[in-house]
């Protein structure tokens, strides 16, 4: 029953992709809002980095649901992963090139991740990218040595006063009489690495939260598997 | 004022961030976070619906004005329903404390912000945002009980979830391809030229199932039961309640603003009507109480879908009505369900046990079938005369399940019912009688106190209830109040 059910399913969804293939314009994508915001974008947030523009300030509460939706991700995880008995350390270490490897590559990781963030609102890249690194950087160490642990405390400090800054920053521009998220402080120094106002400052509080999220959940991940 | 719209989500995700940190800090502290941010949010959302002109706004998140930027929009309806959500969170709020209260309430204030987010947005993507952070808060909540039977459920739900979370987006992405933006206000409208179509139709498709997977619509509702029966009654209670209220809400506001097509409700109609079968002989031979609430949740959704489904929005009222009551009916039944778990059988003597449940049981199912005095006669009344003033054969059958299901209903709630009023089996002890009590018979009785004061103000409630829905319907109404200075649209 099940499987007649989902091959029903898998049919009429087939049969309607194919018959709206034939009906869609390809190659003619509409920009309606798109080619508004390419026009004002830069006059009206600052950042040369379209993409930032929309992701930070057009549309930044669908950003700040996302961040949200990471913290319930990580949230839900340690929830369930926080019942098992933990005693890291049973697993073997790292070679000698991966253990070396890892002390030298954790500085050029972090710079990279930094940079990637602070240029996200002038060139392609930004805090989510960004964060994604500084968390490769942190779990590095963690895959050399099993049984080097990872401070969760520091880090959940951290993933709470990222996220939190983010909304205070909007919170500020409703407390000035502006409308929630609106970017503040446009200076008028397009293509510079002071641009853009507060946009830097919320990438910035996106990367921490993304690095410091993904980081605690993969050691969590990592202390897991290592008990068993 | 309006400004402070924003607060109500902002300040739900804010509380959740700091929670985790504040919990290790002072403990004391911390447990009141969430509900000192839940009864701000029901304050203004309080005040907005007290002192406000009753004439809807729109607020420009970011300050960058729809359709480029997100607006929410907040009608009677939307604030009725945000208001709904913070009071359901802070009445079923997650006290328990353990060490994972810190990320249970966490996720409890990350649900409830999303759900008033679905509430009040307008903007398309941006309800999809909030739909997956309901979902991923949900998953974390119905794990957190931390049986195995609640893994699985979190498992299959997941699963569904996903895939309603890819045919949403995919409707999305349909809509998009085709007219260029996502503002609702902005697709209503273009959707007269660009989407009254078979795309248009392949989209709204897309939709209803990816949203339909939270609307417990039939057939992507088979977590629903497992779900019920293994997380804890209070989330249970604002999941049916509310998080299916909500789904549902946005479906109606799609097909009210932008798929004006007869298949569409065609096709609502047909799967409603397959709901109401489904659900309620599934709930007439469930063995187990909260298997039997949920089944029945899913046949009480399905009429919304049919009601849903008449043409023009003049079913508007009716779904109002019937949303509003098994709100009520079915969080106040959860909570009741919270003592009386395992098999009906057992509860065999437990209206001795504690009769002031027993007398709620009585009144919440009295209403859920419909008897006169009550709430849920008038809903189900306004349903059947429209239903009974359509001429289409499909909207007849329509109402002949309806109250075939009816029947149905008042069968196992009874049964129910007389189980309750049983005496006791010789051979058990008293104290092995299941009783309802403490923290959630005072909640059922919170409920069941709302079911009588809105039985004795049913006029005044009923003629609030119609202004609500007049509003609701109006197209031009939503699109003048998100784009003010719009030339050539009708006032």
């Not at chain 1, 392609?124 to 969760?152: D, E, N, S, T």
């Not at chain 2, 739900?157 to 809509?175: D, K």
């Not at chain 2, 006669?377 to 289409?392: M, P, R, V």
């Amino acid at each position: 029953m099940g499987n007649l059910t989902g091959l029903l399913f898998a049919g009429g969804l087939g049969f309607m992709l194919l018959a709206i293939a034939g009906g869609l314009d390809f190659g003619a994508p509409p920009m309606l809002i798109g080619s508004a915001i390419q026009a004002q974008a830069p006059a009206e947030t600052g950042a040369t980095n379209i993409v930032t523009s929309v992701v930070l300030g057009y549309r930044a509460i669908d950003t700040l649901g996302e961040l949200s939706i990471l913290f319930a991700a990580a949230a839900s995880a340690g929830l369930v992963l926080g019942r098992r008995h933990t005693s890291a350390g049973t697993q073997t270490e790292g070679g000698f090139i991966l253990r070396t490897g890892g002390g030298i590559l954790f500085p050029l990781m972090m710079t990279i991740g930094f940079y990637i963030i602070f240029h996200g609102h002038l060139t392609p890249g930004g805090g989510f990218q960004g964060g994604v690194i500084l968390a490769a950087a942190f779990f590095l160490p963690l895959l050399a040595r099993p049984g080097a642990k990872l401070h969760h405390s520091t880090l959940s400090l951290i993933e709470g006063f990222a996220g939190a800054s983010f909304i205070l920053v909007g919170l500020l521009a409703l407390a000035e009489g502006k409308a929630f998220l609106q970017p503040l402080l446009i200076q008028d120094t397009l293509g510079q690495l002071f641009s853009a106002g507060t946009l830097p400052l919320l990438y910035l509080a996106v990367g921490l939260k993304v690095g410091a999220e993904l980081a605690s959940l993969l050691s969590r991940l990592a202390q897991t598997e290592a008990s068993q | 004022m309006n400004g402070a719209l924003a607060l109500t989500i902002a300040l739900p995700l804010l509380g959740a961030f700091l929670l985790p940190v504040l919990m290790r800090v002072s403990v004391a502290f911390g447990v009141w976070i969430g509900p000192a941010i839940l009864a701000y949010g029901c304050w203004i959302l309080g005040d907005l619906w007290l002192t406000g002109s009753m004439q809807p706004f729109s607020v420009a998140l970011g300050g960058f004005a729809p359709p480029l930027g997100i607006n929410l929009y907040a009608d009677t309806l939307a604030l009725l329903f945000a208001l709904a959500a913070q009071l359901l969170g802070l009445i079923f709020w997650p006290f328990k404390l353990d060490q994972d209260s810190a990320r249970r309430q966490a996720l409890m204030l990350l649900l409830v912000a999303a759900s008033t987010g679905l509430a009040l947005s307008g903007d398309l993507f941006n309800l999809y945002v909030f739909y997956e952070l309901t979902a991923v808060a949900t998953f974390g909540l119905v794990a957190a009980s931390g049986t195995s039977a609640a893994y699985a459920a979190t498992i299959r739900y997941l699963i569904l979830s996903g895939i309603g979370s890819v045919l949403t987006l995919f409707g999305i992405a349909l809509i998009y391809g085709q007219t260029g933006t996502l503002n609702l206000a902005h697709l209503a409208q273009l959707a007269p030229e660009q989407l009254s179509n078979e795309l248009g139709l392949a989209a709204f498709l897309s939709l209803l199932i990816g949203i339909g997977v939270k609307a417990e619509l039939f057939p992507v509702n088979t977590w629903v039961p497992e779900v019920y029966a293994t997380a804890s009654s209070r989330l249970s209670a604002f999941l049916a309640g509310l998080v299916s209220k909500l789904a549902l809400l946005i479906i109606l506001r799609l097909l009210l603003l932008v798929f004006h097509q007869p298949e569409a409700a065609q096709v609502i109609l047909i799967l409603g009507i397959l709901g109401v079968v489904s659900g309620e002989l599934a709930a007439w031979r469930a063995k187990e109480m909260r298997r039997m609430l949920a089944f029945s949740s899913i046949g009480q959704l399905g009429v919304l879908f049919i009601a849903m489904a008449l043409p023009d929005g003049q079913g508007m009222l009716a779904v109002l009505a019937l949303a509003l009551h098994h709100l009520v009916i079915k969080s106040g039944l959860f909570m009741l369900a919270d003592g009386w778990g395992g098999a009906l059988q057992r509860l065999r003597g437990s209206a001795a046990a504690s009769p002031l449940a027993a007398g709620l049981f009585v009144l919440f199912s009295l209403s859920l079938v419909g008897m006169p005095p009550l709430p849920g006669f008038w809903a189900k009344f306004t349903l059947i005369t429209e239903l009974a003033g359509q001429t289409e054969p499909l909207y007849l059958m329509g109402l002949t399940v309806f109250l075939l299901a009816t029947v149905v209903e008042a069968a196992y709630l009874f049964r129910v019912a007389a189980i309750i009023y049983q005496s006791a089996p010789q051979e058990r002890r008293p104290d092995e009688i299941p009783k309802a009590g403490g923290l959630s018979l005072a909640t059922a009785g919170l409920f069941g106190a709302g079911l009588i004061a809105t039985t004795l103000l049913i006029a005044p409630v009923g003629d609030r209830l119609q202004t609500i829905a007049a509003q609701a319907q109006d197209v031009d109404l939503y699109i003048n109040t998100v784009f003010p200075a719009t030339p050539g649209a009708s006032q």
